[in-house]
Each structure stands twice: as C-alpha cells, then as structure tokens.
C-alpha cells in the first residue's frame, strides 16, 4: 500500500512540474519572445532544480511551446463552440456582430484575472510574430476547426464585391484582434487582480469596430486597386490557417 501512495506521490508531483513549467513558459515567452530563449530561465522560474526538467517533461522547446497551448486551447474552444451553437440556433437573424462576437468574445476571455497571472494572449501574439514555424501550423490546425466555421459565416456576411479583399480583410482583423487584446492583457493589474478588472468596455468597442470593418462597403477606389494588382503583398495570417 506505501508503494501505491509512494507512485501516486511522485505522479502527483511529475504533474505538478509539468503545470509549472508550462506557466513559467508562457509568461517567459510572452514577455520576452522566443528568439534566444533561455530554457535554463524557465525552469529556474517554475522553481526546478533539474537542468533536464524541460527534456525529461517535454522532450524539446518546441514541445513545450505546443503543451501551453495543449493547457490553453481546450477551455476557450469549448466557450467558442457554445457560442457557434448560439449562432445557428440564429441562423436566419444573425448579424454581423453576432458572428464577431463569437470570434473575440471566447479568447477574451483570457482576460479574466487569474491567481498566476494573465499571459496567454500575449504568448500567442509572440507566437505569431516570431514564433517557430512548425508550432505556429500547430496552432493553426489546434485552432481550425472553431474558427473554420466562423469565417465560413463572415464570409458570407461581407460585401460581395471580391473574395481576394474579404480574405484580406478577415486576415487584417484576426491581426487587429490577437494585438489588442495583448495590449488589453498587459494593461491588467499584475498584482491582486480582481474580476472586476476585466475590460468589458474595451473588448465590447472592439467587437463593435471588427464587426463594423467588416461589414464596410469597399470604397471604389479600393475595388479599382483590387482589379488592377498583381502585387501579392497584402495581409496574411499569420498562423497560416485557414483562408492563406
């Protein structure tokens, strides 16, 4: 019986390191970036003395790169498929905010304060400045089913006038959206947050904006542009999932 208790101890506590160092990598990565990281600074952060802890956890950097976002994902895609049933409970008076909303609303809530801080938002904005290449598809498939759905809905809430624009702009918002609300989460309290000091306002203006951008009629010269260009720079985005 000792030796269960002892196996269940030291499982108990495997997973304690685990969830450690993917917290001290988040933070790590969303306020210093990945380029030179120091992985010997994270682990010294998640409080581990073992200079193999991130090895022996993960296997690599980029491995655990993609176990925060394994810990992340799960909570506010489940938030973002509620809402998705919302929408099509709607389906024949949804408007255009109604589908913005469903895109911002379940991210933003990482902004909510949480007792080992708020750095999620900031790490992805990281991740897809600067992030590693391979990871950053990851991302994209972990993200693809939930926002799939969501662009096929935006896709057919914009103007008509060209697809090539409508991808441009979709690609210009998720950019707009994924920096603003890093800004929103940097400007959070970094001691003793409380849940009142969640930015309801700002993220509501910004769900307005989006949804307004969107929906916006193209100016003819715009569409004269679009005609006439053979110029490929334009915006992407920039975890290359759906719509590059």
Known sequence: MSEVRSGQ??????????????????????LRGFIGAS?????????????????????????????????????????RLARMEMLERKRGSLTMRDVVAAWIRPLAEELRPRPDGNYYIRFLDQLRRNGPVEVRARAANLQLIGYGAIFDLLMKQMPAASQRLNRSRL???????????????AALPADEARPEDYPALAVSNLVDYAAAGLAAEPDAETVALERSSTSGTDFHFSFHGPLT
């Open 9 to 30: 101890a030291r499982q108990s506590r495997s997973g304690g390191a685990r969830r450690q160092l993917i917290l001290a990598a988040e933070q790590y990565f969303a």
């Open 39 to 79: 992985l010997k600074d994270i682990q010294e952060a998640a409080g581990q003395r073992n200079a193999s802890a991130v090895h022996y956890h993960f296997g690599s950097r980029d491995q655990l790169i993609e176990a925060i976002l394994d810990y992340r994902i799960p909570p506010y895609a489940d938030k």
């Open 171 to 185: 690609a210009l918002t998720a950019e707009l959206i994924l920096s603003s609300l890093a800004q929103l989460e």
